[in-house]
C-alpha cells in the first residue's frame, strides 16, 4: 500500500495537468478559436467553460468589443486637384473570428490593413468632391460610405472620421506666401492713399491759410486807410477852425 501511495499522487498529479489544459475560459468580452495543428478548428467559442485536447490543440482569444484605431495621417487630392492631409480614426470589431484568423491573423495585422483600405477608400471617395464639400457638405456622406469595406477580412468597420484635414506643408507654405504679399500690397495701398489724403489736406490748409491772410491784409488796409482818412480830416477840422492854435 505505502508503495503505490506515490504513484496514486503522481496519477493525480498527472490528471489534473491534463485536465487544466483540456478547460479553457472565454470571457464576456472575448471570443476564441482551438487551433488544432496549426489550423484553426471550423467553430467559434463564446463566453463561458470549454474543453480541447491537451497539447494538440491551442486557444487563440479575440476581443469581441468596438475597438478603436488611430490612422496615420496621409494625404489625398479632391476632384479640383487640391491636395489635401487627412487625419482620420476608424472604430471596427472583429464580426467572424474565423475568417479573421485566415486573413490577418492577429489585431496588429488587422490594423496594417485598415489602414491601408480606409486610406485607399478615402482617398478614392475624395477623389469623388471638391475640397469645399470635403470639409462640409459631403463630409458625413464621404465617411459613410468607407464604412462598407474589410467584411472580406472578418471585421465590421462601425464608423470611419475625418478629425481634421490640413493643406500640406508646401501648399501651407505657398498660401502664407500668397496671404503676406496681399498684406503687404494691401498696406503699400493704405500707405499711398494716406499719402495723397495728407497731400490734399495739406493743399487745402495752405489755400485756406493764404485765403485767411489775404482777407486780414485787405481788412487791415481797409481800416489802415479809413484810419488814415479819420485823421486828416480830423486836422482839416482843427485846422479851419484854428488855424492859429494849429500852428502852435
Known sequence: ???RFPFLIGLIIILVLIGSQSIFIVNQTEKALVIQLGDPVDKVFGPGLHFKIPLIQTVVRFDARVLDYEARAAEALTSDKKAIVLDNYARWRIIDPLQFYRSVRTIPGAQARLDDVVYSQLRAQ???HSLTEVVSSKRSGIMADVT???KEYGIEVVDVRI???DLPAENQRA?????????ERQAKQY????VEEATKLRSEADRERAVILAEANRRSSVIRG?????????FAEAFSRAPDFYKF
Open 1 to 3: 500500500m505505502e508503495k
Open 126 to 128: 475624395v477623389g469623388r
Open 148 to 150: 462598407d469595406i474589410m
Open 163 to 165: 478629425k481634421r484635414t
Open 175 to 183: 498660401i502664407f506666401g500668397r496671404m503676406r504679399a496681399e498684406r
Open 191 to 194: 500707405r499711398s492713399e494716406g
Open 226 to 234: 479809413e484810419g488814415d482818412a479819420t485823421a486828416a480830416r480830423v
